[in-house]
């Protein structure tokens, strides 16, 4: 796939942010169609709902590099260095549509005291409740897709939550194409938006699922942090019984993300020969 140009805009907090070409074609097509104002609007409220991301995620210590709005939300590009728990990124997630709730308040108060614009108020309200909804969806790179994600990594080895969530966000992502298609097979007009957001999601969904041994190989690198709570909390390792003949691959995929773990080696008799901590096979698996 062709990597997709984002329009940047401004620097802000040194956070890069920019537009995605979606949201310019969107933009290009208002201004056609005379809806602007609708468009401004949009884009005010996908703005606060990522500020919400941006500083939930300064106030839990994690480096935002960039903002990358669409149409409906964005992209924080963070850089914890391990050191963001399933916590504090569920927190981080829910801060974006957390946003839009409190505008929904303010323009329901503002309808109740009898604002003068009472249909801007109605698709105020329609605006944020839709992207706070979609968002919310359990598929990635949307806020529900990254809470289920960070929900399902303090039940299940990191490698697996990142294999699984990636393949059910792809088969997400077909199936809001196909029902963007649908239409077309009884005569009816094309669903544009939806196939437009379909397309978006799976390719940055197909992307990840290529980066993943990058992301993992990434998880392993960062887990001294992993290490250091377990030494603050002092709470027990988690043990990972091997043979001694288990490929060390096999052994590093059953990482926990918020876990430290000490590897109990077997032999064939299924005696316990070593037991070992998680730095020496991670060393071992780095040639360090």
């Not at 260095?81 to 929904?104: D, F, S, V, Y």
Request: aromatic residues 10%; positive net charge; charged residues 10%.
């Amino acid at each position: 796939m062709i990597p997709l140009k984002w329009y940047r805009l401004i620097r802000i907090l040194g956070i890069q942010l920019s537009l995605h070409p979606l949201f310019v074609l969107i933009m290009l097509l208002s201004v056609i169609t005379g809806q602007f104002l609708e468009l401004l609007t949009l884009f005010t409220i996908v703005f606060i709902h990522e500020m919400g991301h941006v500083i939930a995620a300064l106030l839990n210590g994690v480096t935002v590099k960039s903002v990358q709005l669409l149409p409906f939300g964005g992209v924080a590009v963070i850089e914890d260095h391990g050191r963001l728990t399933a916590g504090r990124e569920i927190t981080i997630a829910l801060a974006g549509p957390l946003q839009n709730g409190i505008m929904i308040v303010m323009a329901l108060l503002l309808q109740h005291a009898g604002g003068s614009n009472s249909a801007f108020l109605a698709y105020f309200i329609q605006a944020n409740a839709i992207i706070a909804l979609f968002n919310l969806l359990p598929v990635l790179p949307l806020d529900g897709g990254k809470i289920l994600q960070a929900a399902l990594s303090m039940l299940v080895p990191y490698y697996y939550t990142l294999l699984w969530s990636g393949r059910v966000s792809i088969t997400a992502s077909v199936l809001v194409i196909c029902y963007a298609l649908l239409p077309l097979t009884t005569g009816g007009g094309l669903r544009l938006n939806l196939l437009m957001i379909g397309a978006f999601l799976l390719y940055s969904n197909v992307t990840d699922q290529r980066n993943l041994p990058y992301r993992f190989v990434a998880f392993l690198m960062n887990r001294e942090a992993a290490y250091e709570r377990h030494l603050r909390s002092g709470s027990a390792a988690r043990p990972i019984v091997a043979f001694s003949a288990k490929p060390l691959d096999d052994i590093l995929r059953l990482f926990k993300r918020n876990q430290y773990h000490f590897i109990y080696v077997m032999n064939d008799d299924k005696n316990v020969v070593a037991v070992v901590p998680e730095q020496r096979l991670i060393s071992s698996y780095f040639g360090i």
